[in-house]
């Protein structure tokens, strides 16, 4: 067995899941409900648990946590080629307005949600405005154990290993305070992941100016930079770092912004 493969059991719910208890497992994400990432994890959980999906109809990437309150949502449900056992509903809003409504509306309630597969890895700063971890800290914030998944890489050819290093994942996220995992997955076949790594989130600085350019009316529009103003080193212990020498990086999540170090010396 491949040492990645290895089961490790922490709480008595991962142990139930370990010994094949059926879970119930609500999938949701920013790509939309079409997208091939969420898709591999319905293929990979659906034929032993009890699945859901509730994600946005279109792409929502960078929604981070923005949710609708002044519109309606509008949400149909769909059957997708090859999961027709699986109720699956496409919603009109925010990848958060997903999770609530998955959550609240649809008589289903899970044991675990897991967001994703992000096409694209969500490491670092990054995670602030991704609305694929926020819908899972939506899950974490109302109470429900919640596992972000993200693929490194734009074109993805492996996406079986980033579902099974969500399913691996499980265990791990009930030793989480918050019950919020974020998972990158380099783009690999399963074989050649070297093994998984505990990190911390890195850092990325991106170039602040907008992109100016005119359109055939000769009027301005601006597109959001890409350069990048740091560079992940060598050596540093991070997800950038680990995701790009071929390991799985696990990132414990907060769901509370609070500052507890600066807390306690704020008065005078």
């Not at 409504?101 to 990054?126: C, E, R, W």
């Not at 414990?252 to 170090?261: E, G, Q, R, S, Y």
Request: aromatic letters at 10%; glycine letters at 8%.
């Amino acid at each position: 067995m491949h040492k990645y493969e290895r089961k490790r059991h922490f709480g008595a719910v991962s142990k139930l899941y370990e010994i094949g208890v059926i879970m119930r497992i609500l999938l949701s994400n920013d790509d939309g409900l079409f997208s091939p990432g969420i898709r591999a994890l319905a293929e990979l959980f659906h034929t032993e648990h009890e699945v859901y999906m509730a994600a946005p109809d279109t792409e929502r990437s960078g929604a981070s946590h923005s949710f609708t309150f002044s519109s309606p949502l509008r949400m149909n449900e769909v059957r997708l080629e090859g999961l027709y056992d699986v109720p699956a509903f496409a919603i009109s809003g925010t990848p958060v307005d997903c999770v609530k409504i998955g959550l609240a509306n649809l008589g289903f309630q899970p044991d675990i949600v897991i967001s994703g597969i992000n096409i694209g890895a969500n490491l670092g700063t990054d995670t602030f405005y991704s609305g694929t971890v926020s819908a899972a800290m939506e899950a974490a914030l109302l109470g429900i154990p919640a596992i972000a998944v993200s693929i490194r890489s734009f074109k993805p050819q492996h996406l079986k290993t980033a579902a099974i290093a969500a399913k691996n994942a499980i265990p791990y996220v009930y030793k989480c305070a918050s019950s919020l995992l974020n998972v990158n997955v380099p783009d690999l076949p399963l074989e050649q992941i070297k093994g998984v790594k505990f990190t911390k989130l890195g850092k990325q600085v991106y170039a602040a100016e907008m992109i100016e350019r005119t359109d055939p009316h000769m009027r301005k529009y601006y597109w959001m930079p890409s350069e990048r103003l740091t560079v992940c080193g060598e050596d540093e212990d991070s997800d950038e770092r680990w995701t790009r020498d071929g390991y799985v990086a696990i990132t414990p999540l907060l769901t509370n912004l609070t500052d507890f170090a600066s807390l306690s010396g704020m008065e005078f």
